[in-house]
């Protein structure tokens, strides 16, 4: 764990943060959500149809996570994956998924 990281978990435990603790958390979040809408912006920069990518975690339903693809389309932050490999699971078969651009890893 990073040291900024494990200083705030160390200060939340030892009770320094107990009088606000929700806005704490609600500015994590918020921090978390506005990082991960940057990166995403930045890898729908370089994504195009074609596009060789990588599914990373964490996602559900998890059988996606660690599966290859090539995208196929771009919808507003949705990026379209034609799967390599089809997933069959409860008598359905998945040949592509919509994943938020922030959870590719391109391998162009």
Known sequence: MAKPVAALMHAI???QYDHSLDRVGKHIVE????RQRVLGAEILETLEPGNKVKILGP???KYF???FGVVDRIADTTVWVTLNKPITRY???HTSVGV????????D
């Open 13 to 15: 435990e030892a009770g």
């Open 31 to 34: 921090a978390i959500a506005k």
């Open 59 to 61: 996602l559900r339903p």
């Open 65 to 67: 996570v660690g599966r």
């Open 91 to 93: 008598r359905k078969t």
């Open 100 to 107: 938020p651009a922030w959870k590719l890893e391109v391998l």
